[in-house]
């Protein structure tokens, strides 16, 4: 069983920056890709970056792109979301999530973290 814990969520002005961390404890073979999904108040969740196991491929979706970084800690099983620019179209409860191979289809993660919420807010 693989356990995934985020973190570093808060209270944010347009404009400013976050990094959110997904802690991940316990062994799943094969299941150490990482996603970020959010989920914004009345919205379905929605993908928007992932990492594969090696760190080597990732991914962005439109919205975040140029904005957001995704990076992984191999000592530290963390895989962080460095957030930029943030709007207040960011604000959502953000969710990292553990599948065979980096994507963004919800079916597709296996394991989920439980969430941080992020507001972006003067």
């Known amino acids: 069983q693989l356990q995934l814990v985020e973190s570093g969520g808060g209270l944010v002005q347009p404009g400013g920056s976050l990094r959110l961390s997904c802690a991940a404890s316990g062994f799943a073979l094969g299941f150490d890709a990482i996603g970020w999904f959010r989920q914004a108040p009345g919205k379905e969740r929605e993908g928007i970056s992932c990492?594969?196991?090696?760190?080597?491929?990732?991914n962005y979706a439109d919205s975040v792109k140029g904005r957001f970084t995704i990076s992984r800690d191999h000592a530290k099983n963390t895989v962080y979301l460095q957030m930029n620019s943030l709007q207040s179209e960011d604000t959502a409860v953000y969710y990292c999530a553990a599948s065979r191979l980096c994507g963004f289809n919800y079916y597709d993660m296996v394991y989920w973290g439980k969430g941080t919420l992020v507001t972006v807010s003067s």
């Open positions: 990492i594969s196991s090696t760190g080597g491929s990732t």
